[in-house]
């Protein structure tokens, strides 16, 4: 069989500190060669071996992570095609930046269930697994479409909606000129499809950028649980995830390891980062230092803030006041158990408007009313999270790209004075792609606005 | 009635429109015994519509008949009285060609041809019954009680099944123009078990040239570069052409038709067929766009020795005093004597989903149908589809493959799997737009596309086959020269560059690199580096395009990539589509419906998702290594 190249995270969440992306097909090796850069280029590697490197996106020159890479070349692999495994560090934001790095280079994401069909379509799995190949297909698939729906709906759909519109129009006015020569209707002129095109290819880079930011808010609001030592900020994180079941999706990349954990507090999907140095010293601030943590601080959309009911205010608490000013923050005081030597009305003074509440982890009180108060922030919309576009799943930034690299080529084909009708294939193709992220057919899509656009016939 | 038995043939069109005399005069070619009948002899390649052959899309279909050795492009470059290039401001992929035929001559013509090919009987008859056996087709009953028997039928019966023609409030049952309908092989059709839908379309007035004052129009005169269709042709008219005109609706006209609205057969309920959106009339196009100040009418000659004048833009079923009224508003023709209203008509066709990509029906072996019995419309779709179902109506017989072109191969395989894998739901008319691989599938390389194919078929002759194959041969070895010669900076070459408002060169670079830029044109290649010998027109204009459009054809070859991979994996005929567990149940049906012959077909098919491919896929291994591991 002859299949393309595919690529997608093999690993299921939950598990561990590594993600493994799996890249499968003819141009697996030639495809991580162009990302990865290690001691040798693999497509000189003996078959079943692994190799230590680092994954660069080509563009930038930048390091993505640290990698170990598994070269494995056909036909004795999962798929029976060359595979290259590359293991790399957990967590959302950097496994989907190997994955996107690949698919930019040129591999496809895979389709849910894609490597066991080829599996089996390449004579890998016995015959009587068809039918569970059949189902695994089905399910996920169903799964993973409802999933996608989901994420579309609203406001990033209604805007990819309307930019597809734009381009449809344009579409249609190219194609009336093309087959309607002889009608009244005004010739498309260079300045127009340069402006339409320029119109979309911001939109396109806008939303990008989003995802770029990682504003994801399928991956949950990122949370920051900042606090001096010893005030129970990790006693607070496992009671919220005692309490709430962590988030578990079917979505490549999703993955709960050791500096991020997943909360979903009410229906409000939480990010807890940094977490991980919460373990291992019980203080970010004295790992990382003042002036790192400000940066994982900023970057933040959510601070919980802990201070200990038992012990006054010191100059670290202060300075941390003042790293925190101006963001979103709960300011949550633990240990109501103790007997108080905090000065409650020192830190309301400072943080007049704030959400301010107390708790005390180790006798399970307070807890509902922080959830509570989390949850009202965003159906306040103090976060505004519902309405902001986001673009965060890798299948969706993969096609924007390809979508703006097409629509630019458009821009170029334009101001080099390529004929209409060619520009119209690059303005057709970048549509198709903003299409395949909501899940629209092709269908009659064109003819109908030719027609309705236009007054034409004999 | 009483019948008798008549003689035996192998192939039996029926019908002698666009599709009915391609298809006769393509099986007759391929060395079947044929007969063609049809309900009129004086109408044989009839255009009952506007007398003109070609456009964009439809031009393509008439370029591709020809390489493929069809008759349509020879009998109109015989029979024109003008011809335009359309689009030329734009790519080579839309340029299109279109022709003003003289009818009249057309008509001749073609049927001169019929009655002079061997191998072919024309004959005059009204089928009303198909000999049907254990579902094979046998061969026709007609009117007056002939039974021919043959070994496969082509049915072409354009608009004439229970045709009606509808006149504001006047209707009747006739074919167009007139002409006698057929009723009785409709409700044989239907009684076969075939599902059928109702279209309608319709045509303009006619108008005496000498009414019309055409000093208030204005003038559109035919190319003055010689032109022609067919790859064959030597003889141009350049010098002896035929003008259009041009002129326009205005408020008047508009006002007219919006106070008789009232008694416009196509809002009163009276029309039941659907219409296409591409052609509406005028009395539609006032409804639907009532922001359009005016409309554009063109007055086209329908012929040398003839005063009519089609009126196109006018296509109407308004009542006659209506259609009176509001032609005499429009400029110069407020005096314009009208010779034959307009008219609607509604016609039987079948649903096209019924029918194999072959145009056999899936229902009858042997019997194949074409034109606009299958839904579409248009004089050049029809002898596409004609064509194509007499060389398979043909191969048939010989025990051969079908042949079916895919849609990076032609305009009319585009057309026939829109067809037989979407169905339509009006009248199917070609559009470029329609053609994923637009810049592949152009007007100039219709010969390289499918010459081959056609000579491999039958109906290319050698000597024809041998020019086709020097013209190959020189445009490669001219392609060659451009990509391995290099065009140095020296004073010549500079001159030509600054003239033409080109970047000079720094280095030598290669003469492709140089004919890429926008402005350069192959003339200018020519200029700065002749090839040894001069090359012909069509030669040098194959490697221009595929020089300089090299980019835009390679990615659009990557994508034929994919769908030749798709339409390679074929889908058995027995498949029982309700016994694949994981597909889902609208891809069941679907599938079950039309049956197609391979995984790209199927992908193409509304309501049948990638989900559902993939299930496919597994499936048939499946299938494969349980047959394999039986035997």
Known sequence: MDFDTIAAVATPMGEGSISVIRVSGPEAIKIMDRVFKGKNTLSTVDSHTIHYGHIMDPDTEETVDEVLVSVMKEPRTFTREDVVEVSCHGGIVSTNRVLQTILDSGARLAEPGEFTKRAFLNGRIDLSQAEAVIDLIRSKTDRAMKVAVQQVEGKLSRLIQKLRHNLLETMAHIEVTIDYPEHDVEDVTRNLLLEKSEEVKMEIERLLQTAKEGKILREGISTVIIGRPNVGKSSLLNALIHENKAIVTDIPGTTRDVIEEYVNIRGVPLRIVDTAGIRETEDVVEKIGVERSRKALEEADLILLVLNHGEALSNEDRQLFEVVKGMNVIIIINKMDLPGKLNVEEVKAFFPDTPLIKISVKNEEGIEQLEETIQDLFSTGTFQAADLTYVSNSRHVSLLKQALSSINEAIEAVQSGVPVDMIAFDIKRSWELLGEIIGEEVHEDLIDQIFSQFCLGK | ????????????????????????????????????????????????????????????????????????AKNIDKTHIQMRMLNTGKGPAVHALRAQADKFLYQQEMKKTLENEPNLTLRQAMVEEIIVNNGVAEGVVTKTGARYKAKTVVITTGTYLRGKIIIGDLQYESGPNNMAPSINLSHNLRDLGFEMVRFKTGTPPRVNKNSIRFEEMEIQPGDDVPRAFSYETTEYKTDDQLPCWLTYTNEKTHEIINANLHRAPMFSGAIEGTGPRYCPSIEDKIVRFQDKPRHQIFLEPEGRDTLEMYVQGLSTSLPEDVQLNMMHTIAGLENATMMRPGYAIEYDAIVPTQLWPSLETKLIENLFTAGQLNGTSGYEEAAGQGLMAGINAARKIQNREPVILDRSQAYIGVMIDDLVTKGTNEPYRLLTSRAEYRLLLRHDNADLRLTDLGYEIGLISEERYQKFTLKKEQIEHEKDRLYNTKARPDEKTQQILRELGSKELDNAIELAALLRRPEVTYKHI?????????????????????????????????????????DGKKLPADLNYFDIQGLAMEAREKLDKVKPISIGQASRISGVTPADISVLLVYLEQRKKAGSSAS
């Open chain 2, 526 to 566: 020519e200029m700065i580096s002749p090839p040894e010998q001069s090359l012909a027109q069509d030669v040098k204009e194959q490697v221009e395009i595929q020089i300089k459009y090299e980019g835009y054809i390679r990615k659009q070859l990557q994508d034929v990539e994919r769908l030749k991979k798709l």
């Open chain 2, 1 to 72: 009635m009483m019948q008798y038995e008549a003689d035996e043939f192998d192939v039996i069109v029926v019908g002698a429109g666009h599709a009915g005399s391609e298809a006769a005069l393509a099986a007759a070619r391929l060395g079947c015994k044929t007969l063609c009948l049809t309900i009129n002899l004086d109408s044989v390649a009839f255009m009952p519509c506007n007398p003109s052959i070609g456009g964009p899309a439809k031009g393509h279909v008439v370029r591709e008949i020809d390489a493929l050795g069809g008759e349509m």
